[in-house]
């Protein structure tokens, strides 16, 4: 069982609807939880983070984590087309490395 | 632009070679990561440098090796190439070692064909 499970899409959206990206993962000693997003030919870069479980809102970003379930989620509201992109979440341990757990990914594509 | 340099963007070889990547971090970033992704295994976290000293090992291959030097720039040395090793390799860096946000800063990473 891969550490972090995330299904790949893609997901097809059409222009301001509300997107649910989900993630399971399996290693309860995961102490912080992020999702990065990935443009096509470009490397991935840091869209939220949270440490705790809950919900965070970033304008129209909501991430939230269930600690409990082992489940986060990325909410987007009012999807743009600029938001097609790969998404990805990752976890991490504050250990003495900064090693970072990567799901799959998911192809998001909004259509205008 | 993330101020992570990676090069060469392309590269194409053939089994049984041996190619260098490199990556230079963002200016005062003291720890180097690479990553490899390709389409079925998603992004993996090979290696860490803090510093000059190793700080984390992931799903690194031993026919696969990284250094950082002395001013931060990192390499990543692939040898006895397979046709399995083609992918993306991304290098990130990042202010600390551990115990911070998590925030990686990646590169754009050096496409890897082996034919």
Known sequence: ?112 | DSGVTQTPKHLITATGQRVTLRCSPRSGDLSVYWYQQSLDQGLQFLIQYYNGEERAKGNILERFSAQQFPDLHSELNLSSLELGDSALYFCASSPRASGSTGELFFGEGSRLTVL
Do not use: H
């Not at chain 1, 986060?72 to 600029?82: G, K």
């Open chain 1, 1 to 112: 069982q891969k550490e972090v499970e995330q299904d790949p899409g893609p997901l097809s959206v059409p222009e301001g609807a509300i997107v649910s990206l989900n993630c399971t993962y399996s290693n309860s000693a995961f102490q912080y939880f992020m999702w990065y997003r990935q443009y096509s030919r470009k490397g991935p870069e840091l869209l939220m983070y949270t440490y705790s479980s809950g919900n965070k809102e970033d304008g129209r970003f909501t991430a939230q984590v269930d600690k409990s379930s082992k489940y986060i989620s990325l909410f987007i509201r009012d999807s743009q087309p600029s938001d097609s992109a790969t998404y990805l979440c990752a976890r991490g341990l504050m250990e003495y490395g900064n090693k970072l757990v990567f799901g799959a990914g998911t192809i998001l594509r909004v259509k205008s």
